[in-house]
């Protein structure tokens, strides 16, 4: 798929997302979200190769049961 396809599918129907997207979907902040996911067994992070991608479902659900960030 080219970059402009991947672009046009909306955050909420992607299965993985880039912490770029998950910061301005979130309001969370791309070094706090760095943060989280050097967590150990961080529950949404995806190693794909050397790159951290975002489990969208598990990131949703850990902000949902988080209080405090």
Do not use: Q
């Amino acid at each position: 798929m080219s970059e402009d396809v991947m672009k046009d599918i909306p955050v909420w129907r992607k299965v993985t997302i880039t912490k770029e997207e998950a910061a301005a979907y979130s309001h969370i902040g791309i070094n706090k979200l760095e943060d989280l996911l050097k967590i150990p067994n961080c529950p949404f992070v995806l190693y794909v190769g050397k790159k951290k991608l975002i489990k969208r479902k598990e990131f949703e659900e850990f902000i949902e049961n988080t209080r405090e960030v």
